[in-house]
Antibody, heavy 120, light 109 residues
Framework: EVDLVESGGGLVQPGGSLRLSCAAS????????MHWVRQVSGQGLEWVSR????????DYADSVKGRFSISRDNAKNTLYLEMNSLRVDDTAVYYC?????????????WGQGTLVTVSS | DIQMTQSPSTLSASVGDRVTITCRAS??????LAWYQQKPGKAPKLLIY???NLEFGVPSRFSGSGSETEFTLTISSLQPDDSATYYC???????????FGGGTKVEIK
């Protein structure tokens, strides 16, 4: 059974940084694309970033480009999201998600999410 | 950028009713569309992929149809457990970003 467990969320001031982690198990992590999707409380879903299986290809939503960086450690079955220059509108629950049909795919399995709050 | 527009934003229906949610893409996405169900405090759950394919384990009262720019999610006989927010998502490789619709909240009368 696929299990995705996010961690690293919390309260940070505007302009600050935070690194999210996602521990994956129950599937061959090193073979799958991974994504981050976020959701502002009471609002809709927004795709944030994706990374291919060996970490050589990444993409970002325009809203986070240049500020966020996605990476992975296949030896540790862990996905990361480094978030810099955080803004109030980055406040959201961040989900780690996997797809099993490539980078342009539907989202098969989701973590429980980790809350990031950007506030002074 | 491609935009995904869902309608209605909320709907209220009775148990046993047939319910239809529409999702429109601003440009053609062929059949690269998925539907999700999300309950409060939970992560979204995949219901339908490639416009009309039912995910394993999803009740058969859920169905999807459409192509190019117009898609529908139908619940043939609404059940109490179906109270949730539903999202569509395009995943065409022609566009650089994966995009969700704004969501449709389904309430039971």
């Amino acid at each position: 059974e696929v299990d995705l467990v996010e961690s690293g969320g919390g309260l940070v001031q505007p302009g600050g940084s935070l690194r999210l982690s996602c521990a994956a198990s129950g599937f061959t992590f090193s073979s799958q694309w991974m994504h981050w999707v976020r959701q502002v409380s009471g609002q809709g879903l927004e795709w944030v970033s994706r990374i291919n299986s060996d970490g050589t290809s990444t993409d970002y939503a325009d809203s986070v480009k240049g500020r966020f960086s996605i990476s992975r450690d296949n030896a540790k079955n862990t996905l990361y999201l480094e978030m810099n220059s955080l803004r109030v509108d980055d406040t959201a629950v961040y989900y780690c998600v996997t797809t099993f049909c490539g980078g342009d795919c539907y989202f098969e399995d989701w973590g429980q999410g980790t809350l990031v709050t950007v506030s002074s | 950028d491609i935009q995904m527009t869902q309608s209605p934003s909320t709907l209220s229906a009775s148990v046993g009713d047939r319910v239809t949610i529409t999702c429109r893409a601003s440009q053609s996405i062929s059949s690269w569309l998925a539907w999700y169900q999300q309950k409060p405090g939970k992560a979204p759950k995949l219901l339908i992929y490639k416009a009309s394919n039912l995910e394993f384990g999803v009740p058969s009262r859920f169905s999807g149809s459409g192509s190019e720019t117009e898609f529908t999610l139908t619940i043939s006989s609404l059940q109490p457990d179906d109270s949730a927010t539903y999202y569509c998502q395009q995943y065409s490789s022609f566009y650089s970003a994966l995009t969700f619709g704004g969501g449709t909240k389904v309430e039971i009368k």
